[in-house]
């Protein structure tokens, strides 16, 4: 069994009942998916750039990203509806899992300056995650030797929490890196 699912099982399951008072466990937040996103952005018209996030995505999920293609033309980014502007994978179950853990223990402690994540700008009013990567050297199946080009990608965790406390307990508890909060009194 997977790290994190099997931490979120037998300990943080009962923290978030007793923390925020949940009868049942079906009650108490979890998480459901995580989204990996790429923007193409400038390499609209390049094939090769394309073929290159697809196989970032492809090593860093083991699974085929999907085109997002535009739903209207823009003029001012010489885009036209249909074209495709991004890729992205959503990831559930175990695999979302075993993501998470990647992402938590290795993913995280390569990103250069990476100081922890802030709970007011990563987690939003609904406990929902989001982040960015400047980078995507920073998942191990890349190898910065090989890299043609760097791109960014976004991550979004997606959880049935209500609120952002609750998406922060979560997360906390779950082993994600925040930043120490400071008592200004």
Known sequence: MNLLKEKYNKEVLTQLMEEFGYKNKMAAPKIIKATLNVGVGKGLTDSNFN???????????????????????IAAFKIREGMIVGYK??????????????????AFPRVRD????????NIDEHGNMTLGFKEHVVFPEISFDEVERLHGLEVSITTTASTRDEGFFLFSKLGFPFKKVEDKN
């Open 51 to 73: 073929d290159l996030v697809i196989n970032t995505l492809n090593r860093i999920t083991g699974q085929k990203p999907t085109a997002i293609k535009a739903r209207k033309s």
């Open 89 to 106: 994978v959503t990831l559930r179950g175990d695999r979302m899992y075993d993501f998470l853990n990647k992402l938590v223990h290795i």
């Open 114 to 121: 990476f100081h922890g994540l802030d709970p007011k700008k």
